[in-house]
T-cell receptor, first 111, second 115 residues
């Protein structure tokens, strides 16, 4: 059974710092991995989708990497801003199943 | 292009009542999935519909049901509400396809409080 883990559960950094969020999964037979952002009480906003054949994807200050063989993905946020404060969730997609989510990392960026 | 629209955004019900939530997917998307989010359990998959057929189902009791219409809009229903059903219910749409491994786009959710 696929399990997705995100460490740390919470992270506080000062504005301007570069940071890395981690996501690990137990079964490497995935189609893709998706990173989301969730603001309090809101829905999920898709940030990046990495197909299993890809190693990384970039969007603006965000860069996500995928190492399928080791069951790991990282989300790198460059030059963090207070507006980046949110919960970040990763989810993996396998054939015939729904997205399986981690519990998320809650990021707080102080000015 | 309009995103995923969920209604109502907030609702309060009492134990034993039933509730119906609605989701309109992104235009052209044929797959709609429903998730329940609670602080303790995180995001849990309820079911997925594709072309009016339930394609996948999570591990929830039969009180939770859903359907999809020919225009891809979807509804989910919870009967005989319990206190533990209080949660944020999220709908996601994707273009679908055979394995449904496309990118998912979520709505803002329906916040259900059961008293």
């Amino acid at each position: 059974k696929q399990e997705v883990t995100q460490i740390p559960a919470a992270l506080s950094v000062p504005e301007g710092e570069n940071l890395v969020l981690n996501c690990s999964f137990t079964d490497s037979a995935i189609y893709n991995l998706q990173w989301f952002r969730q603001d309090p009480g809101k829905g999920l906003t898709s940030l990046l989708l990495i197909q299993s054949s890809q190693r990384e994807q970039t969007s603006g200050r965000l860069n996500a990497s995928l190492d399928k063989s080791s069951g790991r993905s990282t989300l790198y946020i460059a030059a963090s801003q207070p507006g980046d404060s949110a919960t970040y969730l990763c989810a993996v997609h396998q054939a015939g199943t729904a997205l399986i989510f981690g519990k998320g990392t809650t990021l707080s960026v102080s000015s | 292009k309009a995103g995923v629209t969920q209604t109502p955004r907030y609702l309060i019900k009492t134990r034993g009542q039933q509730v119906t939530l609605s989701c309109s997917p992104i235009s052209g998307h044929r797959s709609v999935s429903w998730y329940q989010q609670t602080p303790g359990q995180g995001l849990q998959f309820l079911f997925e519909y594709f072309s009016e057929t339930q394609r996948n189902k999570g591990n929830f009791p039969g009180r939770f049901s859903g359907r999809q219409f020919s225009n891809s809009r979807s509804e989910m229903n919870v009967s005989t509400l319990e206190l533990g059903d209080s949660a944020l219910y999220l709908c996601a749409s994707s273009s679908g396809g055979q394995a449904n491994t496309g990118e998912l786009f979520f709505g803002e959710g329906s916040r259900l409080t059961v008293l």
